[in-house]
């Protein structure tokens, strides 16, 4: 079994991800690791190479600066990258995302399980998003994705998020997938607030928002945020230390948004009939199979 690790980066250093960390977090796993690499006014590509690590392999992209629809450009240079694996299973994971070394073996575990099972298309991970700092989760937005798929699928990627399988060329579906046996940590809303704040403003345009602006991580209504009561994964505990936010309150002047009505009743109604409702661009196979 040969396993594809991929991602895209583009000025990492400059936008406080802790890339470095991410990619050597999914070494272990992979017998390969492309990234496309966008064109950076910082030293990204010199701590690549730093890593010195022979399964790494860099392809030069450009980014279309015409392209401002929703990050579609993020799910161009995704696909760049995943159509540059050449393993039986590839794996996405983000330059703000982290694997834990404690799931690796569970993880390649699955990967064997599965690897000649026709109907099992992909694996989806559980997500730990942070928020605001490094012991806080939000779990207003998605807490699963697939993040595995197999190179035998015919898929692509209309963002940087999920995975659209194509059946007969005619329409488009989310993925058959299964447990992937471990967890996502992602660690990309606990950066510095001025690399936060330099993110925001250099990704807007590929939102189609010139004057997107960084508000402060107090702007966000508390019922979406939980304590965090696990361990980070070890190649991340200097970053926690010495980079990541400590000390958030969330803003006790907030004021909740229709949105954040709405997300609210979605949480009252997983507590009270013990339900997970929130979205999945998938189709989970896992009790079926096991």
Not at 81 to 89: S, V, Y
Not at 111 to 124: G, I, L
Not at 204 to 214: E, I, N, V
């Amino acid at each position: 079994m040969k396993v594809s690790g991929f991602t895209f980066l583009k000025n990492g250093v400059k936008l406080g991800y802790p890339f470095v960390q991410s990619i050597k977090s999914a070494l272990p796993l992979v017998d390969e690791f492309v990234i496309a690499l966008g064109p950076c006014d910082d030293d990204t590509e010199a701590q690549i190479h730093a890593i010195g690590d022979s399964k790494i392999r860099i392809i030069h992209t450009q980014w279309c600066e015409n392209m401002r629809d929703r990050g579609y450009i993020y799910g161009q240079q995704k696909m760049i990258a995943q159509f540059n694996c050449t393993g039986d299973w590839c794996l996405y994971i983000e330059g703000d995302e982290v694997l834990h070394q404690d799931e690796i073996e569970s993880i390649r575990s699955r990967m064997t399980k599965y690897k000649d099972v026709d109907e099992v298309e992909a694996m989806f991970f559980d997500f730990f998003h942070f928020y605001g700092d490094t012991n806080t989760l939000g779990i207003s937005g998605y807490r699963r994705a697939p993040r595995i798929i197999k190179s035998s699928v015919r898929s692509y990627a209309p963002d940087g998020l999920f995975f659209v399988v194509m059946d007969k060329n005619k329409k488009g579906r989310y993925p058959r997938a299964v447990h992937a046996g471990g967890n996502v940590y992602h660690y990309g809303h606990v950066r510095p607030k001025s690399k936060m704040a330099q993110k925001v403003t250099d990704v807007g345009q590929y939102w189609g928002d010139d004057d997107a602006q960084f508000d402060g991580y107090g702007q966000i209504d508390s019922a979406v945020l939980r304590p965090f009561t696990g361990t980070h994964p070890a190649i991340m505990q200097e970053w926690v230390a010495n980079e990541g936010e400590s000390n958030f309150q969330p803003d006790p002047s907030y004021q909740l948004t229709r949105r954040d009505k709405k997300v609210r009743l979605k949480l009252a109604i997983e507590d009270r009939f013990g339900l997970e409702i929130s979205k999945k661009h998938y189709v989970d196979l896992t009790k079926k199979l096991g």
